[in-house]
């Protein structure tokens, strides 16, 4: 069965710090990769995705993450974090080809707390 | 911009009632989902549909069951509320079985059973 680990579940950072986020899945076919961010009181949003082709995929707000496929890994980065990035962020995997209904797996998230 | 609309914010029930949470999305979205969202477990996925009148178990299903008359909304019913159903509850759509789209979140339900 798939599943999703995110191994931070609540980082604090100050602002200007660099982030990392890491994410691993498990799964021995071909996924499609995703971050979604829930800032307090909003919904989930999309951040960034990575369906094929250049590994390395930048999203809203100067994030990016890089998939590592011999790692299983898909790890979010932000080279500078302000106070609005506080929110929880998850990382999602759904499978790709005949076996892909639509459906996502999610990783526990992590809180992110930026202080100013 | 697709827009989810769940219809409560915030709600209040009591044990062994019967719950209705509903969903309706404006983008003709084939896909539709329910998660509930715990700290530390993430979004676990209860059950979810990818036509009308269709639907598919998902990880977490044993307390409630789901409603797709029509495509634009998604029904889900807590058959008799129990507190450890107490969480937030969050639709989903997405277009096209298949489709490597993401998936499009509503506000969520934070639902209380007393």
């Known amino acids: 069965a798939q599943s999703v680990s995110q191994h931070n579940h609540h980082v604090i950072l100050s602002e200007a710090a660099s982030l990392e986020l890491g994410c691993n899945y498990s799964?021995?076919?071909?996924?499609?990769l995703f971050w979604y961010v829930q800032y307090p009181g909003q919904h989930l949003q999309l951040l960034l995705k990575?369906?094929?082709?250049?590994?390395l995929v930048k999203g809203i707000k100067g994030f990016e993450a890089e998939f590592i496929k011999s790692k299983f890994s898909f790890n979010l980065r932000k080279p500078s974090v302000q106070w609005s990035d506080t929110a929880e962020y998850f990382c999602?995997?759904?499978?790709?080809?005949?076996?892909?209904?639509?459906?996502?797996?999610f990783g526990q998230g992590t809180t992110l707390q930026v202080k100013p | 911009d697709v827009k989810v609309t769940q219809s409560s914010r915030y709600l209040v029930k009591r044990t062994g009632e019967k719950v209705f949470l509903e969903c309706v999305q404006d983008?003709?979205?084939?896909?539709m989902f329910w998660y509930r969202q715990d700290p530390g477990l993430g979004l676990r996925l209860i059950y979810f549909?990818?036509?009308?009148?269709?639907?598919e178990k998902g990880d977490i299903p044993e307390g409630y069951s789901v409603s797709r008359e029509k495509k634009e909304r998604f029904s889900l019913i807590l058959e008799s509320a129990s507190t450890n159903q107490t969480s937030m509850y969050l639709c989903?759509?997405?277009?096209?079985?298949?489709?490597?789209?993401?998936?499009?979140f509503g506000d969520g339900t934070r639902l209380s059973i007393l």
């Open positions: 799964y021995g076919g071909t996924v499609n």
């Open positions: 549909s990818y036509d009308v009148k269709m639907k």
């Open positions: 983008m003709d979205h084939e896909n």
């Open positions: 999602a995997v759904n499978a790709r080809g005949s076996s892909n209904t639509g459906k996502l797996i």
């Open positions: 990575y369906f094929s082709g250049d590994p």
């Open positions: 989903a759509s997405s277009p096209i079985r298949r489709s490597n789209q993401p998936q499009h």
